[in-house]
């Protein structure tokens, strides 16, 4: 073998070898099976972790509070989980913080009975949800002061099951309203039930889903996550120009199959995708609040304390995002 042949097979093999040990091993944690996570799903899907260093491990969980356990442990680098997650884990004594919001409000829809046609009718109605505590049922609960609705006074909200329960509920008249989103509430219309109130045109401040992490991981590890969360926004770019590819993506995560089933997921979800995911300390003053008549820990709590907003500041201030978006 002539010289410049293994000097071109050495270089080829020095070219590989820095790949292989510039990709920083990140293993990333998702809560629950949701489109909130279609972010994550699209970075991996088009190789946009990969193409910003990083060699990812997607680790499904099927609830929250145990994801956050394994990201408290040091089980898990970076997890997508709600905000409720983060602010009881720190009131537990852990260092979890939001460094990047993805769904920053509630996107339940108030799902009625056929022959309630406004909101106001709900007065004196018996209201349906999974369970109690849960951050949908909060959501039901804030949406309904938002429609100047007391929901202790003027509704009775209690414990009905999932969705399928939930809607046997309404159909025969044990309670009168629920909450549902995309792709269950195509569903329920087609059984007769109406979308009376999207809960995302509210606009309240939640932080639905986020990138979570510790402090200590944030100190130890900030190229790593300053990599996802630049990975993760140019996901979000991509889900808003490209539609079709992203259905494909949550048909696969999700198994759903149905057009018109998708474009509705595609829709309900998109809606309120930012460009710059700052994880605004009001979305966490929202739960702050909702606690604190119950919790002293909230009431005394600092909602800047529970997130990092550097990591989108110092994305957005390199020109990353409007080099994105060609502004």
Request: hydrophobic share 45%.
């Amino acid at each position: 073998m002539s010289k410049a042949v293994l000097a071109v097979t050495f270089c080829v093999c020095m070219v590989f070898s820095f790949a292989a040990f510039a990709q920083e091993r990140a293993r990333i944690g998702w809560a629950a099976m949701t489109v909130s996570h279609v972010p994550l799903w699209v970075a991996q899907e088009k190789g946009l972790l990969v193409k910003n260093g990083l060699a990812p491990e997607l680790i499904f969980f099927g609830n929250g509070t145990t994801a956050t356990q394994s990201l408290v442990a040091g089980d898990l680098d970076v997890l997508l989980t709600s905000i409720p997650n983060v602010v009881n884990s720190r009131f537990g004594g852990g260092d979890t913080v939001m460094i990047m919001t993805i769904i920053p409000t509630f996107i339940d829809h108030i799902i009625s009975a056929a022959n309630i046609t406004s909101p106001e009718q709900l007065k004196g109605k018996i209201g349906g949800v999974n369970r109690q505590g849960t951050v949908s049922e909060m959501g039901l609960r804030l949406a309904l002061r938002r429609l100047g609705i007391d929901p202790e006074k003027d509704t009775k909200i209690v414990s009905s099951g999932g969705n399928p329960e939930r809607l046997a509920a309404i159909s025969k008249g044990i309670v009168h309203f629920t909450i549902m989103n995309e792709p269950f509430l195509k569903e329920a219309e087609k059984l007769g039930f109406r979308d009376l109130v999207n809960i995302a045109t509210l606009k309240i401040p939640l932080h639905w889903d986020g990138v979570v992490t510790r402090e200590a991981t944030v100190k130890v590890r900030r190229p790593m996550l300053t990599r996802l969360v630049r990975a993760l926004t140019e996901a979000i770019h991509y889900i808003k120009v490209d539609k079709e590819a992203t259905k494909a993506v949550i048909g696969k995560y999700t198994r759903l199959s149905d057009p018109d089933g998708l474009e509705r997921t595609y829709k309900n979800y998109t809606a309120v995708l930012r460009e710059t995911p700052y994880p605004e300390p009001a979305g966490v003053k929202t739960l702050l609040d909702d606690m604190a008549p119950r919790n002293p820990k909230a009431a005394a709590a600092d909602p800047k304390t529970f997130v990092d907003q550097s990591f989108v500041q110092e994305m957005e201030s390199s020109g990353f995002i409007k080099q994105l978006y060609r502004k």
